[in-house]
């Protein structure tokens, strides 16, 4: 049932977010040749520099909107009027968390990949020019591999943390009668309690831990990596709140679900 | 045989209490009305059969179950507002409804669909309030399923279609499964009813057998209940 579950939540998601991509590209493409005019003909200078102001603000709100539309449907599809339809398919509630999770995380990764890549569009255009490639290449190449294989886990796992938060916040919510007003105050108490306890964890540990100063003095990349071992444990603490926050939200729905 | 049972059930909303102490069993193979006056916990009941509200006390069991899944395997629920995904067609909710429950009937939601001029490439939010909810009816209706609950199913429909939505009801339910309607249209419904519930401020006031209470009576179900709930 999950497959099934994924086939509609990525079709009603990817509804939503596709035109949001076809708009950005259209706007790339113009801002690279309003600034390859721009460099001819000093007249189109102005509306060179509004253009670009608009795409930057742009290609930051996409993986933004995309983050707040997955929040959206998940509030529609389970606790507005669809819930009503979506909570009497006979599949489990972990399955509708799972598929909600895993559809919205995709997209979000996605939109912060368009993102830069309408980015590389609107600065180079379309036929990339190959010793920017190269540049990127040699910088990965001098960074230490386990550094961004972190980097990267931690983005991942930082991305399906704050959903699954606002889901959590969202299913405690739900139980009262102002729903919406409910769901804003959990999300912050559960946001302080995540930060508190995560303080609470961190600090003794830095203390404790002879290299620290080292690492606050770090000014090159590849000190950086002396700090693989915190960001280790970050992540590891992450996932621990993720699942912890994701067991809630299944419980909540399975057991206390008002669909008043 | 007991497809439903309520047990000792209460629902509270904070300090209000919804339902009291409900004792009630719905048996195979029957037409329950579920008649009341508005705020009297008809809708909360049949929230808590399909596992969108949890009782407060007491319990409800399903085929001897807790709601769950296999409760909803065998249940068929049209909710008093429109449930559906309005960015989709027809054809795709036909194909959703496909998906998710083993019991539908393709064929037959497609043939009710074009007995009512309803395509399938329709847009669901292009079409009137009274078009979403005979769809919602038709892709409900084209489950095989043990029990049917229907809450105000004909309240948004013009009178003309009444009939047209009480007779796909009729012939479209299964040998052997119930239905439990729950309307203030009574007039319209009676006579399909084989067992009337009228409920009050949260208590079974009357359970009985349709033609009993007529002949007993002496009198309609619609009339019976403008006087028993009389303001």
């Known amino acids: ?260 | 045989m007991e497809l439903v049972e309520f047990k000792n059930l209460s629902k509270n909303f904070g300090s209000k209490e919804v339902l009291k102490k409900i004792n009630l069993t719905i048996e195979k193979g029957k037409i329950y009305g579920l008649l009341g006056p508005n705020g009297s916990g008809k809708t909360t009941m049949i929230k808590i059969i399909n596992d969108l509200l949890q009782p407060t006390s007491g319990e409800i069991l399903i085929n001897g179950c807790e709601p769950g899944i296999e409760s909803k395997k065998i249940i068929s629920f049209l909710p008093e507002r429109t449930y559906l995904n309005m960015n989709m067609k027809v054809s795709e909710l036909i194909q959703f409804f496909k998906d998710f429950y083993e019991d539908f009937d393709e064929k037959k939601a497609v043939q009710l669909l074009h007995k009512l001029k309803i395509k399938e490439t329709d847009q669901l939010k292009n079409m009137s309030k009274g078009t979403k909810e005979k769809v919602q009816l038709v892709m409900v209706m084209s489950r095989k399923a043990d029990l049917y609950i229907l809450d105000e199913p004909i309240g948004g429909v013009d009178p003309a279609s009444r009939d047209y939505i009480l007779e796909t009801i009729l012939t479209n339910f299964n040998d052997g499964s119930s239905i439990i309607i729950s309307t203030h249209l009574i007039s319209d419904i009676e006579k399909i009813l084989d067992q009337v519930i009228f409920i009050n401020q949260g208590k079974i006031v009357l359970n009985e057998d349709a033609d009993t209470i007529r002949k007993k009576k002496k009198t309609t179900i619609d009339k019976l209940f403008r006087e028993e709930f009389k303001c």
């Open chain 1, 1 to 260: 049932m999950l497959s099934k579950l994924l086939k509609y939540d990525f079709k009603s998601l990817s509804k939503t977010i596709f035109p949001i991509y076809l708009v950005s590209l259209l706007l790339a493409l113009l801002t690279r040749g309003v600034n390859m005019l721009a460099d001819k003909f000093n007249v189109f200078s102005i509306p060179s520099g509004f253009i670009s102001a608009i795409f930057v603000i742009v290609l930051i709100a996409i993986p933004i909107m995309t983050f707040v539309f997955t929040i959206l449907k998940f509030y529609q599809n389970l606790i507005k009027d669809e819930g009503y339809l979506m909570h009497t398919l006979p599949v489990s509630k972990h399955s509708l968390i799972l598929s909600k999770t895993i559809s919205s995380t995709a997209f979000i990764l996605l939109s912060f990949i368009m993102s830069i890549l309408f980015l590389f569009v609107g600065v180079y255009g379309i036929w990339f020019d190959s010793s920017l490639l190269s540049f990127i290449g040699k910088l990965l190449k001098e960074v230490n591999s386990v550094f961004i294989l972190l980097i990267i886990l931690s983005t991942l796992i930082s991305v399906i943390f704050n959903q699954v938060m606002i889901y959590a916040s969202i299913a405690l919510g739900q139980k009262h009668n102002n729903k919406i007003m409910y769901s804003i105050i959990y999300g912050v108490v559960l946001y302080n309690v995540t930060q508190i306890i995560s303080l609470v964890i961190l600090i003794p540990v830095m203390f404790l831990d002879s290299n620290y100063q080292q690492y606050i003095n770090a000014t090159t990349i590849s000190d950086f990596a002396l700090i693989n071992g915190y960001l280790l444990f970050a992540f590891i603490l992450s996932v621990l709140f993720t699942v912890g926050y994701y067991i809630l939200t299944v419980k909540v729905l399975d057991k206390k679900l008002n669909l008043e």
